[in-house]
């Protein structure tokens, strides 16, 4: 028996234990992550300029708050999340659900237009929406909320196809004899839906629903082109904020929006997760 | 799969609202992009269509030629840095122990979450003269000029009067950096999906033959990953080919790339045709890559088949 | 073993992070040129122990010796060793051809070798003519044989081969098992396989080694592991066998009498065994040494004697397997080859039978 408690030597396939990969894998998450975590930081100090720590304070958060645009540009921004996402995850999920389901010509055409929206670089999908609704004279001086129509038309438009994507690699596992089950022992094809399909389907729906919420949430170059000077969103004021004047405040807000996507990431993950679809 | 003259009410009612939005929503916008792109100005708002080729050929203008083969060459280092960085990490997480594999993945795709003006914010930051890299190699500096000092020596010859900083900001350099920056996830999980699936007999079987792990690698890992490979290059290129954000914000007057070019005539320049015509020369480009890609799987399968008879 | 072993495991114990220990302590000497089998159920750390002789896993302690070489720490790629995987693992990327060639081309061996040893190595599996083909237009049983030639042509001093017929039909696996002894002795090297399949290790191997959770509980020839198992678990493992607990009540002229009140009566064995009298034994026969006759049986006597009815005939074609429950309610199972076409009718469910066997039939297991 030996004293202590050594480690094998590591097997040909472990990778996951040279060091080599180890430190490349470090480098990465620290590459990735330090920027982040020091801009939240950051937002923490008591200095007008984001270099050197003078103190810790909550004073630009509660800035953040009382910025009067900042504050509506990030309710815009929820707002617009909201809806686009119901929209979104209603029209995906049950156009995941007709793909699946039924042979039809033009099939293939429809699904590689709906797969257009993922694919198309984000501004000539921006661009086409400025233009769209200049062309239709779309008009522009609704009042709130119906002006932010248009951006909530344009976030669903390129929203639905991830959700589609997600629901029908959900529907994908979906063992079709527990459908024939259902009406072997007499239910309606309504029933099957309610009360077999949809509950198999719900963590992609819901899935689904998250990542068009975050889509939406963090979307800034559709909206850039969509949006004006009182339909502002968060990520739009941002920009702006950090082309001209920076200051601590845009840290606070941001490390709100960062918190706030993590918690709906994780959420979405945890509910994709294998042991939660074993439950179901 | 029922045929759908089984059940049209369902049909409808499940696919008509997704292709009315894509058509309403997204097929006419870009088909009026591309009607415009045949257009001509007439004064400050109006556009006549045309028919022109002008813009296009604009775009072949070597000014704007210029802009377009450095965007597909950033967009292309940066999608091989990904690509280099993003294989051993994505093999990490493939080979590491059950218990590790869902927060790797997490904390891997966690950043791609977070909003990319933030993101590119937080690296502006990080790369400016008064940043924070600058920041610690002037610390480094100042230690390193201290110890000469103290070991008797004159720091001024070796190290120079004053710590210079690096402008590492608003130029070709930073864009690919932060292009790497926000695309790397993009890159790893597709890669870790390819890897994940592949049986590691194949691995083995090759060590077991003799190979060593570079060999392995090459011979076995890849061509049998490739198809995502492939995925993870594509889904990485063509969003870099397109960005607008992080060349503009990192980005200095001579690294501008196309998004910055399309961005323009929409707002400042106010050139709509112009605009439209280089949007669509972006699109282009993304089917042709796309294309390639369809044509290279398809092609594989079809040697498949001819070879099975 | 007069020569010293090719394989020596020393001590091997393996221990998995998470606190599972799949090999223990395994001490094993595998002699040149045998054909070895390690046999055992799923879990018993049999695969374990094949891969560390591979190199795919490294021991937590104990050391494996080739040929007087000590492997334990040298990369699977550098080992004298070739394995044939369980799933095959032929690339699919390559034709069969460069498949078979793969480990002499990343070894360095001149290009004008690698053709004519290719050929030779297809030859001899009988895949010569498929060289050009890709994997995924083989059929199972030829892919294996791409594999084995794959192995084969890099002379190894062990062939390893991780469960090689479970994935084949019976005609197939049939086949093989003959291909795969054939193979051995036209090669000369040693064969290590692992299995579940006491058939497939019993018929193809020269010596086998049984284990269970990590350990190694039995080593020996076919016969020897068949007909005198040491334990329980070999018995039982091994074939089928009736079980029958009781007390020594007398050993005199290498007969052992024990009575059973399982088997309801008294068992005589003649094992050779010494066991002391008065303690708790457990006697196994094997159903195709008991006897069955319809009926009665004649005159007294309580040795080697169960009476019991037919309970069920399992009609297997080129035997039935019966089970009989003994008036005590033990069930036990008789083997009877089926030698005749026609003739005298056979027993059915519900027919008063005795059962008997000779001594010497008998088997004395302590554990």
Same mark, same amino acid.
């Given at each position: 028996?030996?004293?202590f408690?050594?480690?094998?030597?590591?097997?040909?396939?472990?990778?996951?234990?040279r060091?080599?990969?180890r430190?490349?894998?470090?480098?990465?998450?620290?590459?990735?992550?330090?920027? +982040?975590v020091?801009?939240?930081?950051?937002?923490?100090n008591?200095?007008?300029?984001?270099?050197?720590?003078?103190?810790?304070?909550?004073?630009?958060?509660?800035?953040?708050?009382?910025?009067?645009?900042?504050?509506?540009?990030? #309710?815009?921004?929820?707002?617009?999340?909201?809806?686009?996402?119901?929209?979104?995850?209603? +029209?995906?999920?049950?156009?995941?659900? %007709?793909?699946?389901?039924?042979?039809?010509?033009?099939?293939?055409?429809?699904?590689?237009?709906?797969?257009?929206?993922?694919?198309?670089?984000?501004?000539?999908?921006?661009?086409?929406?400025?233009?769209?609704?200049?062309?239709?004279?779309?008009?522009?001086?609704?009042?709130?909320?119906?002006?932010?129509?248009? +951006?909530?038309?344009?976030?669903?438009?390129?929203?639905?196809?991830?959700?589609?994507?997600?629901?029908?690699?959900?529907?994908? %596992?979906?063992?079709?004899?527990?459908?024939?089950?259902a009406?072997?022992? %007499?239910a309606?094809?309504?029933?099957?839906?309610?009360?077999?399909?949809?509950?198999?389907?719900?963590?992609?729906?819901?899935? %689904?629903?998250?990542?068009?919420?975050?889509?939406?949430?963090?979307d800034?170059?559709?909206?850039?082109?969509?949006?004006?000077?009182?339909?502002?969103?968060?990520?739009?004021?941002?920009?702006?904020?950090?082309?001209?004047?920076?200051?601590?405040?845009?840290? #606070?807000?941001?490390?709100?929006?960062?918190?706030?996507?993590?918690?709906?990431?994780?959420?979405?993950?945890?509910?994709?997760?294998?042991?939660?679809?074993?439950?179901? | 799969?029922?045929?759908?003259?089984?059940?049209?009410?369902?049909?409808?009612?499940?696919?008509?609202?997704?292709?009315?939005?894509?058509?309403?929503?997204?097929?006419?916008?870009?088909?009026?992009?591309?009607?415009?792109?045949?257009?001509?100005k007439?004064?400050?708002?109006?556009?006549?269509?045309?028919?022109?080729?002008?813009?296009?050929?604009?775009?072949?203008?070597?000014?704007?030629?210029?802009?377009?083969?450095?965007?597909?060459?950033?967009?292309?280092?940066?999608?091989?840095?990904?690509?280099?960085?993003?294989?051993?990490?994505?093999?990490?997480?493939?080979?590491?122990?059950?218990?590790?594999?869902?927060?790797?993945?997490?904390?891997?795709?966690?950043?791609?979450?977070?909003?990319?003006?933030?993101?590119?914010y937080?690296?502006?930051?990080?790369?400016?003269?008064?940043?924070?890299?600058?920041?610690?190699?002037?610390?480094?500096?100042?230690k390193?000029?201290?110890v000469?000092?103290?070991?008797?020596?004159?720091?001024?010859?070796?190290?120079?009067?004053?710590?210079?900083?690096?402008?590492?900001?608003?130029?070709?350099?930073?864009?690919?950096?932060?292009?790497?920056?926000?695309?790397?996830?993009?890159?790893?999980?597709?890669?870790?999906?390819?890897?994940?699936?592949?049986?590691?007999?194949?691995?083995?079987?090759?060590?077991?033959?003799?190979?060593?792990?570079?060999?392995?690698?090459?011979?076995?890992?890849?061509?049998?990953?490739?198809?995502?490979?492939?995925?993870?290059?594509?889904?990485?290129?063509?969003?870099?080919?397109?960005?607008?954000?992080?060349?503009?914000?990192?980005?200095?007057?001579?690294?501008?790339m196309?998004?910055?070019?399309?961005?323009?005539?929409?707002?400042?320049?106010?050139?709509?045709?112009?605009?439209?015509?280089?949007?669509?020369?972006?699109?282009?480009?993304?089917?042709?890559?796309?294309?390639?890609?369809?044509?290279?799987?398809?092609?594989?399968?079809?040697i498949?088949?001819a070879?099975?008879? | 073993?007069?020569?010293?072993?090719?394989?020596?495991?020393?001590?091997?114990?393996?221990?998995?992070?998470?606190?599972?220990?799949?090999?223990?302590?395994?001490?094993?000497?595998?002699?040149?040129?045998?054909?070895?089998?390690?046999?055992?159920?799923?879990?018993?750390?049999?695969?374990?122990?094949?891969?560390?002789?591979?190199?795919?896993?490294?021991?937590?302690?104990?050391r494996?010796?080739?040929?007087?070489?000590?492997?334990?720490?040298?990369?699977?790629?550098?080992?004298?060793?070739?394995?044939?995987?369980?799933?095959?693992?032929?690339?699919?990327?390559?034709?069969?051809?460069?498949?078979?060639?793969?480990?002499?081309?990343?070894?360095?061996?001149?290009?004008?070798?690698?053709?004519?040893?290719?050929?030779?190595?297809? *030859?001899?599996?009988?895949?010569?003519?498929?060289?050009?083909?890709?994997?995924?237009?083989l059929?199972?049983?030829?892919?294996?044989?791409?594999?084995?030639?794959?192995?084969?042509?890099?002379?190894?001093?062990?062939?390893?081969?991780?469960?090689?017929?479970?994935?084949?039909?019976?005609?197939?696996?049939?086949?093989?098992?003959?291909?795969?002894?054939?193979?051995?002795?036209?090669?000369?090297?040693?064969? /290590?396989?692992?299995?579940?399949?006491?058939?497939?290790?019993?018929?193809?191997?020269?010596?086998? !080694?049984?284990?269970?959770?990590?350990?190694?509980?039995?080593?020996?020839?076919?016969?020897?592991?068949?007909?005198?198992?040491?334990?329980?678990?070999?018995?039982?493992?091994?074939?089928?066998?009736?079980?029958?607990?009781?007390?020594?009540?007398?050993?005199s002229?290498?007969?052992?009498?024990?009575?059973?009140?399982?088997a309801?009566?008294?068992?005589?064995?003649?094992?050779?065994?010494?066991?002391?009298?008065?303690?708790?034994?457990?006697?196994?026969?094997?159903?195709?040494?008991?006897?069955? /006759?319809?009926? *009665?049986?004649?005159?007294?006597?309580?040795?080697?004697?169960?009476?019991?009815?037919?309970?069920?005939?399992?009609?297997?074609?080129?035997?039935? /397997?019966?089970?009989?429950?003994?008036r005590?309610?033990?069930?036990?199972?008789?083997?009877?080859?089926?030698?005749?076409?026609?003739?005298?009718?056979?027993?059915?469910? !519900?027919?008063?039978v005795?059962?008997?066997?000779?001594?010497?039939?008998?088997?004395?297991?302590?554990?």
């Open positions: 028996m030996a004293i408690k050594t480690r094998d030597a590591a097997g040909p396939l472990e990778y996951g234990r060091l080599s990969i430190t490349i894998v470090a480098l990465t998450l620290i590459f990735l992550y330090a920027p +982040i020091t801009l939240m930081a950051f937002s923490f008591d200095s007008r300029r984001n270099i050197v720590w003078q103190g810790f304070t909550f004073e630009w958060y509660g800035r953040a708050w009382n910025n009067a645009r900042l504050f509506e540009a990030f #309710a815009n921004s929820l707002l617009i999340a909201a809806v686009a996402t119901v929209l979104a995850t209603v +029209i995906g999920t049950m156009l995941a659900i %007709g793909l699946w389901r039924f042979r039809f010509p033009g099939r293939a055409v429809l699904e590689g237009l709906t797969a257009l929206p993922i694919v198309i670089p984000e501004i000539c999908m921006g661009v086409a929406m400025m233009v769209f609704f200049a062309r239709v004279q779309w008009p522009t001086d609704l009042p709130y909320p119906l002006n932010l129509a248009s +951006i909530i038309v344009a976030h669903t438009a390129f929203c639905f196809p991830f959700v589609a994507v997600v629901v029908r690699a959900r529907m994908a %596992g979906f063992d079709r004899s527990l459908e024939e089950a009406k072997d022992l %007499g309606s094809e309504w029933a099957t839906y309610r009360d077999v399909i949809l509950p198999y389907l719900r963590p992609g729906i819901v899935a %689904g629903a998250l990542l068009a919420f975050t889509l939406s949430l963090d800034f170059v559709i909206t850039f082109f969509t949006s004006g000077p009182n339909t502002m969103t968060f990520p739009v004021l941002v920009y702006s904020m950090v082309r001209f004047s920076v200051t601590p405040e845009v840290n #606070a807000a941001s490390t709100v929006l960062i918190v706030l996507t993590a918690l709906v990431t994780v959420l979405a993950m945890t509910l994709q997760s294998p042991t939660k679809a074993a439950e179901d | 799969m029922d045929s759908w003259k089984n059940n049209r009410g369902l049909f409808a009612i499940l696919t008509l609202p997704a292709t009315l939005w894509l058509a309403a929503f997204f097929l006419v916008p870009l088909g009026f992009v591309w009607l415009i792109s045949f257009g001509e007439q004064g400050i708002v109006d556009i006549a269509l045309t028919w022109t080729l002008d813009n296009y050929l604009r775009a072949l203008d070597p000014l704007y030629l210029g802009i377009l083969f450095r965007s597909v060459w950033v967009a292309g280092i940066a999608t091989l840095i990904c690509l280099v960085v993003g294989f051993p990490v994505a093999l990490a997480i493939t080979f590491a122990p059950a218990r590790w594999k869902p927060i790797l993945l997490l904390l891997v795709i966690l950043p791609f979450w977070t909003n990319l003006l933030i993101r590119t937080a690296l502006i930051a990080v790369l400016r003269t008064r940043g924070f890299i600058n920041f610690g190699l002037e610390w480094l500096w100042e390193a000029s201290a000469i000092a103290f070991l008797g020596m004159d720091p001024t010859p070796i190290l120079g009067e004053r710590f210079q900083a690096f402008d590492m900001l608003y130029n070709s350099g930073s864009v690919i950096f932060g292009l790497v920056y926000v695309h790397l996830p993009f890159m790893i999980l597709p890669l870790y999906a390819a890897l994940e699936r592949l049986d590691k007999s194949y691995l083995e079987a090759s060590l077991d033959l003799g190979a060593g792990q570079w060999r392995t690698l090459f011979s076995v890992t890849v061509p049998l990953t490739l198809p995502g490979i492939l995925s993870g290059v594509i889904i990485t290129f063509i969003p870099a080919l397109g960005a607008f954000l992080t060349p503009d914000l990192l980005g200095g007057p001579d690294s501008q196309i998004g910055n070019l399309i961005e323009r005539q929409f707002k400042a320049a106010n050139d709509w045709p112009f605009g439209a015509a280089l949007s669509f020369l972006l699109m282009y480009v993304t089917f042709f890559v796309l294309a390639l890609r369809a044509v290279g799987s398809s092609r594989q399968a079809r498949a088949a070879e099975a008879e | 073993m007069t020569s010293s072993p090719i394989i020596r495991f020393q001590d091997i114990t393996k221990r998995f992070p998470g606190g599972v220990t799949a090999v223990d302590g395994v001490s094993l000497d595998i002699a040149n040129n045998e054909f070895f089998a390690l046999l055992g159920p799923s879990g018993c750390g049999k695969t374990t122990l094949l891969r560390m002789l591979a190199g795919f896993e490294m021991p937590t302690e104990g494996i010796l080739l040929d007087g070489q000590d492997l334990t720490r040298i990369q699977p790629n550098r080992r004298p060793v070739n394995m044939v995987f369980q799933s095959y693992a032929v690339f699919p990327h390559m034709t069969v051809g460069e498949n078979v060639a793969y480990g002499l081309k990343v070894t360095g061996v001149p290009k004008a070798e690698i053709g004519p040893r290719v050929k030779e190595a297809l *030859e001899m599996v009988k895949l010569g003519h498929l060289a050009d083909r890709k994997p995924d237009q059929s199972g049983g030829q892919r294996q044989r791409v594999a084995l030639a794959r192995a084969l042509i890099k002379r190894p001093k062990v062939l390893l081969l991780d469960e090689p017929l479970s994935a084949l039909d019976k005609k197939l696996r049939e086949s093989m098992q003959l291909e795969l002894v054939r193979l051995r002795n036209e090669v000369g090297i040693t064969f /290590v396989i692992v299995t579940h399949d006491q058939e497939e290790a019993m018929s193809m191997s020269s010596r086998i !080694g049984v284990m269970e959770a990590g350990r190694i509980t039995q080593i020996g020839a076919p016969t020897e592991i068949y007909e005198h198992p040491r334990s329980r678990f070999v018995a039982d493992f091994i074939g089928s066998i009736n079980l029958f607990e009781g007390r020594v009540a007398s050993v002229d290498g007969v052992v009498l024990v009575t059973s009140d399982e309801g009566c008294e068992i005589a064995v003649e094992d050779g065994e010494n066991p002391s009298v008065g303690s708790t034994i457990h006697v196994g026969v094997r159903p195709e040494k008991l006897t069955v /006759v319809r009926g *009665e049986a004649a005159g007294s006597g309580n040795v080697n004697r169960i009476a019991g009815e037919v309970l069920e005939v399992a009609y297997l074609g080129e035997r039935s /397997v019966l089970h009989v429950r003994t005590g309610g033990k069930v036990i199972k008789v083997s009877q080859a089926n030698d005749r076409r026609t003739g005298a009718p056979h027993l059915a469910s !519900g027919d008063p005795h059962v008997t066997w000779a001594p010497s039939s008998s088997i004395l297991l302590s554990s």
